[in-house]
């Protein structure tokens, strides 16, 4: 009788630690599945973003515009009125 008895508490106790492990893995698994849907929505953002940021290129370089980075057009700026310089110099 107690060897049934101890038999079914080692059972009882591992349904339990099964159970809890279950709920465990479900929580898990709902913030994973919330984490996820989070990161799609980020990718969708990024990617209408850089089509918008492309269709706007496209529309800048038809109207005949030049796109610069950063420094690049005070640079460049800096280079044409020293050529300016150098040209009136001559003149």
């Known amino acids: ?4 008895e101890s038999t079914l508490k080692a059972l009882w106790e591992s349904a339990r630690r099964a159970a809890e492990i279950i709920a465990s893995l479900r929580q898990e698994r709902q913030a994973l599945l919330a984490r996820v849907a ?9 990617r209408t973003e850089s089509a918008q940021a492309r269709r706007q290129a ?5 109207e005949g ?10 640079l460049l700026a800096a280079r ?5 310089a150098k040209l009136d ?3």
């Open 1 to 4: 009788m107690r060897s049934l």
């Open 38 to 46: 989070g990161l799609e929505r980020e990718i969708q953002q990024a």
């Open 58 to 62: 496209a529309e800048h370089a038809q």
């Open 65 to 74: 515009g030049v796109n610069f980075a950063g420094g690049e057009r005070d």
């Open 80 to 84: 044409v009125r020293e050529l300016i």
């Open 89 to 91: 110099a001559y003149l």
